[in-house]
């Protein structure tokens, strides 16, 4: 059974940082691309950080600079680092890994930061 297990959201004030968190288990993680997506009430569900190899690796423009997204395949583990938070990036934050025509998504975090 493939699991993508999101954890690290919490409230934080603006300026802030959280360290997000994607375990995978069921699947081997170095042959899949994996992505941060969020949604915030009543938006669709948007990219965030999407990374294939540590060398490769794709931004929204309204986290660039301030986000950094990074994967430990050893530890079948993705994550996604967030400074200087800002209150637009409320939101849950979910976990998706693709490869091929397969594609799993995480439970989600929620991540609320407030001014």
């Known amino acids: 059974q493939v699991q993508l297990v999101e954890s690290g959201g919490g409230s934080v004030q603006t300026g802030g940082s959280l360290r997000l968190s994607c375990v995978a288990s069921g699947i081997s993680l170095s042959l899949y691309a994996m992505g941060w997506y969020r949604q915030a009430p009543g938006k669709q569900r948007d990219l965030v950080a999407r990374i294939i190899t540590s060398h490769n690796a794709n931004y929204a423009d309204s986290v660039k600079g301030r986000f950094t997204i990074f994967r430990d395949n050893a530890k079948s583990t993705v994550y996604l680092q967030m400074n200087s938070l800002k209150p637009e990036d409320t939101a849950v934050y979910y976990c998706?890994?693709?490869?091929?025509?397969?594609?799993?998504w995480g439970q989600g975090t929620q991540v609320t930061v407030s001014s």
């Open positions: 998706r890994g693709e490869t091929g025509s397969t594609t799993y």
